[in-house]
T-cell receptor, first 114, second 111 residues
Framework: GAGVSQTPSNKVTEKGKYVELRCDPISGHTALYWYRQSLGQGPEFLIYFQGTGAADDSGLPNDRFFAVRPEGSVSTLKIQRTERGDSAVYLC????????????FGSGTRLTVV | RKEVEQDPGPFNVPEGATVAFNCTYSNSASQSFFWYRQDCRKEPKLLMSVYSSGNEDGRFTAQLNRASQYISLLIRDSKLSDSATYLCVVTRSYNTDKLIFGTGTRLQVFP
């Protein structure tokens, strides 16, 4: 597609539930990144994929968070047993081969845990 | 201490003013440097890269001081449309991996 697409744009879930957030990167972009942005803060790195594999998952806050990219394009961020502190905007970005200059961000998924 | 530090502001300036934002980073191994712009409830977008020699793009000038681990952004002749949050960003390698963001500096330009 022309840009990075994220769905849903908004998600409200109850504490303890499981959620999946989807990212469809720009066609041909091999690198995909997930970030989380809380109110009043800059985006915080979660995980980076190069192709199908997670090249760096050091930003995932705990084992409730998991992400996959099985075919090297679409990625899904999965959060188990959601907590109110997980409420944030989850941003996805893609680029060509991890090129720092060529990032394109999606418009994000706003997750609210009630 | 955060790896990238910025004054959160807000900076409230009149149209036509010149405003400067500063940013410091703590990791001396940082390799690439950027300023991103983020409008309210929108995604971040690259404003400009930052080089040691300094670089200019119209009304915007960015500067990097590696010795002091300091990055600046100067906006001349501010426009109402410049109102946004400006994010200072570093990476740890040239062909990386992850962007490391500051908290952002909010700019509000008033008529």
């Amino acid at each position: 597609g022309a840009g990075v697409s994220q769905t849903p744009s908004n998600k409200v879930t109850e504490k303890g539930k499981y959620v999946e957030l989807r990212c469809d990167p720009i066609s041909g972009h091999t690198a995909l990144y997930w970030y989380r942005q809380s109110l009043g803060q800059g985006p915080e790195f979660l995980i980076y994929f190069q192709g199908t594999g997670a090249a760096d998952d050091s930003g995932l806050p705990n084992d409730r968070f998991f992400a996959v990219r099985p075919e090297g394009s679409v990625s899904t961020l999965k959060i188990q047993r959601t907590e109110r502190g997980d409420s944030a905007v989850y941003l996805c970005a893609s680029s060509l081969e991890g090129e720092g200059y060529g990032y394109t961000f999606g418009s994000g998924t706003r997750l609210t845990v009630v | 201490r955060k790896e990238v530090e910025q004054d959160p502001g807000p900076f409230n300036v009149p149209e036509g003013a010149t405003v400067a934002f500063n940013c410091t980073y703590s990791n001396s191994a940082s390799q690439s440097f950027f300023w991103y712009r983020q409008d309210c409830r929108k995604e971040p977008k690259l404003l400009m890269s930052v080089y040691s020699s300094g670089n200019e793009d119209g009304r915007f000038t960015a500067q990097l001081n590696r010795a002091s681990q300091y990055i600046s952004l100067l906006i001349r002749d501010s426009k109402l449309s410049d109102s946004a949050t400006y994010l200072c960003v570093v990476t740890r390698s040239y062909n990386t991996d992850k962007l490391i963001f500051g908290t952002g500096t909010r700019l509000q330009v008033f008529p």
